[in-house]
């Protein structure tokens, strides 16, 4: 989440981060490995079929992409050896999610509005999960041109907190989980 705001002054580049997130994320929702799609095995015919409700990855799927579709992230954000008493005001509105394919990877449709930039965008991340919670996770990605970033965000019902990193610049984020009303959309 964190990703993308060092370059809020350049919209030229706030742009090739779209160029090369959409392309991704058509190619990985598009080419999802065949044996990730096949159906799993079954039981010997000597042994009763068990009715299974529905897997708990697909409902912890379905839990996330409500906990964080229309909803705006708002809080503040630290930066390594600065004062603790500069914290940075953020905001992150993300109207939806979609998840790419079977593994761990989404595609979030996140507003990115910081001083002159005001962008909606496709943000590629990995969904982890730690027991009930999911950490939103971009790990040592280079965006050519950007630099590598990375982050951890973990959500927790109406809250959020994790870190991020730009190149060598990095620190802390936390914050509140607010539902969108229809004027905020």
């Excluded at 490995?33 to 897997?55: G, W």
């Excluded at 999911?134 to 590598?148: E, K, M, Q, W, Y």
């Amino acid at each position: 989440m964190r990703l993308l705001t060092p370059y809020h002054d350049h919209p030229v580049k706030t742009l090739a981060i779209t160029l090369v997130a959409l392309p991704m994320a058509i190619a990985l929702s598009v080419f999802a490995a065949p044996e990730a799609l096949s159906e799993p095995p079954r039981p010997p015919a000597s042994v009763p079929a068990v009715q299974e409700s529905k897997p708990a990855a697909d409902t912890r799927s379905e839990e996330f992409k409500k906990c964080i579709t229309n909803v705006t992230l708002v809080g503040n954000f630290t930066m390594d050896g600065a004062e603790e008493a500069s914290l940075q005001r953020e905001e992150y509105v993300i109207s939806g999610a979609v998840k790419l394919g079977n593994g761990d990877l989404w595609a979030l449709t996140s507003r990115i509005r910081y001083g002159t930039v005001d962008i909606t965008l496709p943000v590629l991340v990995h969904v982890k999960w730690a027991g009930d919670t999911p950490v939103i996770t971009v790990d040592s990605v280079a965006i050519p041109g950007l630099g590598t970033f990375s982050a951890r965000v973990l959500l927790d019902k109406s809250r959020y907190a994790g870190t991020w990193s730009h190149d060598e610049k990095g620190g802390h984020m936390f914050g509140v989980i607010e539902r969108n009303t229809t004027e905020e959309e």
